[in-house]
T-cell receptor, first 120, second 115 residues
Framework: GAVVSQHPSWVICKSGTSVKIECRSL??????MFWYRQFPKQSLMLMATSNEGSKATYEQGVEKDKFLINHASLTLSTLTVTSAHPEDSSFYICSARGGGGKEVRTDTQYFGPGTRLTVL | AQSVTQLGSHVSVSEGALVLLRCNYS??????LFWYVQYPNQGLQLLLK??????LVKGINGFEAEFKKSETSFHLTKPSAHMSDAAEYFC?????????????FGTGTQLKVEL
């Protein structure tokens, strides 16, 4: 149990285009999902926290108009990088906090495998 | 604010040797500390966590970590490395016991296990 998937696993796009990344909890419901960004040889940095059915809470310094987060269902959250530029190239990781159930803790984040974004 | 520092971005050990991955924390409140492992192309997996119940914490795959308040450390150890332990390891700190809320990560340590 407690599997989180991300799609796509990697994406290359041209500068100025928008890219959508999906994060799904496959076998449990997640009332809260988190989005992280990881630069090479650096920490995972929390970008935002999203709760199902409400607006995401962004960390200081993260542009909410550039990184659009939607958490429309208990199993899906999306991150859209709008008008992407080369400096947005990074590894984006999501996690989901369990909503309870078999083998799923409500106080634990379950992580997806990440999405590698390259903006040319 | 909370933070963790991982000393050594790369650690190499021989198979069967002791594994020691270092993590120091900074926190103005009693911290909850975690170690995660990330295998290639996979998500982060929780190895163990410290929630103040015991200073020596045992996790999965034979790993353990000891919380030392006087040294503000939470180093990860394993008595005997296996080839399958090769991965990236992240130390993290949170204000919530399970890490279900905000996690602050270290920069990670890549563990290489050699024959």
């Amino acid at each position: 149990g407690a599997v989180v998937s991300q799609h796509p696993s990697w994406v290359i796009c041209k500068s100025g285009t928008s890219v959508k990344i999906e994060c799904r909890s496959l076998d449990f419901q997640a009332t809260t999902m988190f989005w992280y960004r990881q630069f090479p040889k650096q920490s995972l940095m929390l970008m935002a926290t999203s709760n199902e059915g409400s607006k995401a809470t962004y960390e200081q310094g993260v542009e909410k108009d550039k990184f659009l987060i939607n958490h429309a269902s208990l199993t899906l959250s999306t991150l859209t990088v709008t008008s992407a530029h080369p400096e947005d190239s990074s590894f984006y990781i999501c996690s989901a906090r369990g909503g309870g159930g078999k083998e799923v803790r409500t106080d634990t984040q379950y992580f997806g495998p990440g999405t590698r974004l390259t903006v040319l | 604010a909370q933070s963790v520092t991982q000393l050594g971005s790369h650690v190499s050990v021989s198979e069967g040797a002791l594994v020691l991955l270092r993590c120091n924390y900074s926190s103005s409140v009693p911290p909850y500390l975690f170690w995660y492992v990330q295998y290639p192309n996979q998500g982060l997996q929780l190895l163990l966590k410290y929630t103040s119940a015991a200073t020596l914490v045992k996790g999965i795959n034979g790993f353990e970590a000891e919380f030392k308040k006087s040294e503000t450390s939470f180093h990860l150890t394993k008595p005997s490395a296996h080839m399958s332990d090769a991965a990236e390891y992240f130390c993290a700190v949170s204000e919530s016991p399970g890490g279900g809320n905000k996690l602050t990560f270290g920069t990670g340590t890549q563990l290489k296990v050699e024959l």
